[in-house]
């Protein structure tokens, strides 16, 4: 079975701080996605990221970074000069092989303070 | 401008009455998926339903229905039988491919009173 842990429940940091929210993974799978969303205060969550299990670069768009490692299990998602409108609730999620459910985490609160 | 609409925002209910949750979709997609979200936890899939006419359960489907007789909605309907309603229930689509990323509505929060 899917498994995705997100063993931080809150973080705060000050602006301007760079911050990481780790993501730690169990599947059989050998081929699979990997999704990282945001759930501001406002309730909606947004899609970040997809990430293929064949492709283990790392993904940089503008001040967000994902690094994603196989051996380790972990897809972790960097804020680099965190900005308060950072501040939601981010959560990792897993698919299954050919399968409609996603497996989320429980999510890691971010606080940014000004 | 495309996207996902779930109605109404907030809902309140008396205890032993059913309530129905709609979400509509303009995007085209073959796939929608209702999910439950209680405080501190991740979201538990209730119902998806991969086809117009066509649904399945989910991690926690009991006490909860669900129709899709139109690609474009997916409503839910809340029974007396689902014991502990109170949560947030968010409505997603996707394409039909399950490893598409799946796109939110603003969420409806259910109180039971």
């Known amino acids: 079975a899917q498994k995705v842990t997100q063993a931080q429940t809150e973080i705060s940091v000050v602006e301007k701080e760079d911050v990481t929210l780790d993501c730690v993974y169990e599947?059989?799978?050998?081929?699979?996605?990997l999704f990282w969303y945001k759930q501001p205060p406002s309730g909606e969550l947004v899609f970040l990221i997809r990430r293929n299990s064949f492709d283990e670069q790392n993904e940089i768009s503008g001040r967000y970074s994902w690094n994603f490692q196989k051996s380790t299990s972990s897809f972790n998602f960097t804020i680099t000069a965190s900005q308060v409108v950072d501040s939601a609730v981010y959560f990792c999620?897993?698919?299954?092989?050919?399968?409609?459910?996603?497996?989320f985490g429980k999510g890691t609160k971010l606080s940014v303070i000004p | 401008d495309g996207g996902i609409t779930q109605s109404p925002k907030y809902l309140f209910r008396k205890e032993g009455q059913n309530v129905t949750l709609s979400c509509e979709q303009n995007?085209?997609?073959?796939?929608m998926y209702w999910y439950r979200q209680d405080p501190g936890q991740g979201l538990r899939l209730i119902y998806y339903?991969?086809?117009?006419?066509?649904?399945q359960k989910g991690d926690i489907a009991e006490g909860y229905s669900v129709s899709r007789e139109k690609k474009e909605s997916f409503p839910l309907t809340v029974t007396s039988a689902q014991k502990n309603p109170t949560a947030f229930y968010l409505c997603a689509s996707s394409g039909r491919d399950g490893d598409n990323e799946q796109f939110f509505g603003p969420g409806t929060r259910l109180t039971v009173l």
């Open positions: 599947t059989r799978d050998t081929t699979y996605y």
């Open positions: 995007l085209n997609h073959d796939a």
């Open positions: 999620a897993l698919p299954g092989a050919g399968s409609y459910q996603l497996t």
């Open positions: 339903s991969q086809i117009v006419n066509d649904f």
